[in-house]
């Protein structure tokens, strides 16, 4: 194995063969290479304090994961409220208009002695009801 290959192997070797533990043709190249293993050397060192960083970034994205988790019931919660609220209101609504449809005529119940006059308008949600005395007074 040429320098040139060696050095293109490091990139993607593993770290056994890095540090000459491995048995294969980049670990023989480096027992032999003064210069190639000064360079596994560098590249074994700033892995290895890649360390604290990685193990960092994976503790503040398991943070990320717990809060994202702990978090999804709350916003299922919400979205069927909100879900929920709807349709309870476009229900309500449509009582409403049942109520008015479900009583075209009015009834009152006018006092002993009064009279009452019930007037239907054009708008069909608004009738109006007169008391008058009654005729015997």
Not at 27 to 34: N, P, V
Not at 46 to 73: D, E
Not at 125 to 136: C, E, H, R
Request: net charge positive; with cysteine; aromatic share 4%.
């Amino acid at each position: 194995m040429t320098c040139s290959e060696a050095r293109d192997a490091m990139l993607v070797a593993d770290g056994a063969d890095l540090e000459l533990a491995g048995s294969g043709a980049l670990s023989t190249h480096l027992a032999g290479c003064r210069s190639c293993r000064a360079a596994a050397a560098v590249i074994v060192e700033t892995v290895s304090g890649l360390g604290p960083i990685v193990a960092r970034r994976r503790v503040v994205l398991r943070r990320r994961r717990v809060a994202l988790v702990a978090a999804l019931p709350l916003a299922a919660a919400v979205v069927f409220a909100v879900v929920y609220a709807r349709g309870s209101a476009r229900r309500n609504e449509s009582l409403r208009k049942e109520a008015f449809a479900a009583t075209p005529t009015v009834a009152v119940e006018a006092a002993p002695g009064q009279r009452a006059t019930v007037i239907k308008t054009a708008d069909p949600n608004v009738t109006l009801v007169w008391f008058t005395p009654g005729a015997g007074e």
